[in-house]
């Protein structure tokens, strides 16, 4: 990733309540997958005024690694992620339905 900014922060998920413990990598919750909408041009960046709600909308699972596409739901703004080391192999499943490319 090209000028990620590597946060180390742990959070609580505003959507599961879940504890998150976070590694400089972590974006999202790995029990419910939701996110926050805190960076803005760049990974870790910090630099998004929204806070919004990020929802996790589809998951693809190829060469070997999950790939996750959000949506804020107060701004729209839109992107991909990879899956995070603790995410819930249940909840990644369920999010990828059927696109799944090996």
Partial sequence: MKNFIRKIEDFRCEKCGEMVKGDGYTD???NCLWGKHVDLDLPGDRASDCGGPMK???AIYAKGRFRIHYRCIRCGHEFWVR????DGRKALLDLAGGNSVV
Wanted: aromatic letters at 0%; proline letters at 20%.
């Fill in 28 to 30: 999202h919750c790995p």
């Fill in 56 to 58: 996790p909308i589809e």
């Fill in 83 to 86: 899956e995070g080391r603790e």
